[in-house]
């Protein structure tokens, strides 16, 4: 018989981190839509593409994919008709599928994307991606898990139960999904219809931009400019899958979203910062929440391990940072709890010498939760304070207000409404 004796990090491990509880089951037909390009070579080779042929074929297939946006294997006409045909036999080029789309009036796009579960009776897993266009940008907002391996107090996600990491090509899936519903491939015009209108919703503000030049785009490309991990989950607690993603998506042959218009954002995973400094190499953005650990013991759990110190020493070290590449540090605003003045002098004084930008996130409130949004004149204290002492602190006012609740009204909302609402507001804190 063996005895397993748990260390005292084991123990706090098991009280801040849940265990995934559902593993990825790959469907019988996989895609290749999200693939690497050795992920595609061996993909090739399942259908008798020799060894020699497979770096070449691999790369017009990924051309297709990622520079193109193909949905049909039809389409690849650079790839021979049996090559065609026997992908299609073993192969799809599925994205996540979209169940519901929302449109509003100033152009915020959000689709409810549904991906395959294991545990049969079980709600679907679905995650939500958030498109928010500005005059010089497109922002998606991408999840990384079904449900957050940790537990923050103020966070909806966190109180889940089930956690599934997704995988790279659901998470590239995400980006295409987006550029697919945007019409934003060389040479296509935005598709008429969201799926699931809202009442008042008006028509689609970018397609109405293309439809009115009365010829389609022929770049492409020109939608989603940037891209936040900020939706569903814990990115650095699914280290790997985020990494060959964002390193699909920023492949400048390919999808090309810039790493410097890539920010991920992390709850604090610190030995997995270094990481991505060394791996991935996007633009960091640390929820911070908190300037005492007291607090953010309590906000947000995974303090307990890596603590205040120890997490802004691995900012430091993040490779790179400048004035022109800073951190972001997000602070949520909770009413009475963290958002007194002093809190904000000590805020600066913990971040110099760090090159940051604050973002100041209105709390979005949830069903059952302790706490409440800090009043607007405070938010507005707060970060005026933040600002004459050399931070950019925006606050931005909520986009895409017809399909969203107003902050405050979430009482009675759903609670799908009420996590469209939330990521919609993170990402828009990460936009400026
Ligand atoms: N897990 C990662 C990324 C997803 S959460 C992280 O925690 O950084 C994205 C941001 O939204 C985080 O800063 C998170 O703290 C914040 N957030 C979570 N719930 C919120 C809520 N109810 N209101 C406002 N911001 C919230
Ligand atoms: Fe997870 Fe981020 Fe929510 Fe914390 S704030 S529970 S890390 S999604």
Sequence with gaps: MTTTLHTASERLAGFVEKTPLERYVAPATPSLAGLSRAQLADALGTVGVPAAQRKMRAQQIWNWLYVRGAVTFDEMTSVSKDLRAALAEKFTLARPEVVAEQVSVDGTRKWLLRLPGETPGERPHEVECVYIPETDRGTLCVSSQV????????????????????????????????????????????????????????????????????????????????????????????????????????????IGISKRKITLSTSGVVPNIARAGAEIGTMLAVSLHAVRDELRDELVPLNRKYPIRELLDACRNYPGLTNAKRITFEYVMLKGVNDSLADAKALVKLLKGIPAKINLIPFNPWPGTRYECSDWEQIEKFSELIFNAGYSSPVRTPRGRDILAACGQLKSATEKLSARERMALRAMAMTD
């Design 147 to 254: 449900g957050c391996t940790l537990t923050c107090s103020f966070c909806h996600t966190g109180t889940q139960r089930l956690v599934r990491n997704l995988t790279a090509g659901e998470i590239v899936g995400q980006i295409m999904v987006a550029r697919d519903r945007l019409g934003d491939w060389p040479g296509q015009t935005p598709p008429p219809a969201a799926i699931v209108p809202t009442p008042n919703s008006g028509p689609p503000e970018l397609g109405s931009k293309v439809r009115r030049s009365g010829k389609p785009d022929l770049r492409g490309g020109r939608f989603v400019t940037n891209v936040v991990m900020m939706g569903m989950g814990e990115p650095l607690y699914n280290f790997e899958a985020v990494r060959d993603a964002l390193l699909i998506v920023a492949d400048n042959e390919g």
